[in-house]
């Protein structure tokens, strides 16, 4: 069966330090990788993606992933957490397929970062 | 670019009643609409895909005569809750993808409360 895995219900850091949210799936084929973050009440918020090329991606507001094909995984990163990147964080996988694609998302990740 | 709307952003109705959500992409042409829909502190779970001018896909479990969708152009998708109960409260969350690729664009949701 397909599906993502983010095996951490909550990540707690201290302002400063670095974060890291784990990401790992299982989908066959050559998938295409993402994270978003949520704000309570809101959609969700594109943070970055890997499709091909270099393994280590940077997206917005100073986060980046590194894509392990071996391990399958995609753990977002970011050297300096901020007290406002607490939020929720998904990781989701995106199968292509006969006209369309499909996305499954992992259960969510809740940041909180500490002052 | 790539801005989704959806409206209303919070809704409030009485068990029986019909709900409908629309979901519109602002600055582009979605030939694919997303329907998701979210638990307190769960991830998304989707609901249907629908592409314009056809009728949408729905998931497994997915009422198809509860939760109607319609992809009438390349801007506007609704999500129409049919004599809905309090079950159905939930955040219902829209996303738009373009002819180009596989990228989703998400709107900022909808909270539905049935009495």
């Known amino acids: 069966a397909q599906s993502v895995a983010q095996p951490e219900d909550q990540v707690n850091v201290a302002e400063g330090n670095p974060l890291t949210v784990k990401c790992t799936y299982s989908v066959s084929g050559n998938p295409y990788l993402f994270w978003y973050v949520q704000y309570p009440n809101r959609g969700l918020q594109f943070l970055l993606k890997?499709?091909?090329?270099?393994?280590l991606v940077k997206g917005s507001y100073g986060f980046e992933a590194e894509f392990n094909k071996s391990q399958t995984s995609f753990h977002l990163k970011k050297p300096s957490a901020l007290v406002s990147d607490s939020a929720l964080y998904f990781c989701a996988v995106t199968r292509v397929l006969t006209g369309g694609f499909k996305t499954i998302f992992g259960a969510g990740t809740r940041l909180f970062v500490k002052a | 670019g790539a801005v989704v709307s959806q409206h209303p952003s919070w809704v409030i109705c009485k068990s029986g009643t019909s709900v409908k959500i629309e979901c519109r992409s602002l600055d582009f042409q979605a030939t694919t609409m997303f329907w998701y829909r979210q638990f307190p502190k769960q991830s998304l779970m989707l609901m249907a895909t629908s592409n314009e001018g056809s009728k949408a896909t729905y998931e497994q479990g997915v009422e198809k005569d509860k939760f109607l969708i319609n992809h009438a152009s390349l801007t506007l998708s609704t999500l129409t809750v049919t004599s809905a109960h309090p079950e159905d409260s939930s955040f219902y969350i829209c996303?738009?993808?373009?002819?180009?690729?596989?990228?989703?664009?998400f709107g900022p949701g909808t909270r539905l409360t049935v009495l």
């Open positions: 996303s738009a993808s373009g002819v180009a690729g596989v990228e989703q664009f």
């Open positions: 890997y499709i091909t090329g270099d393994n």
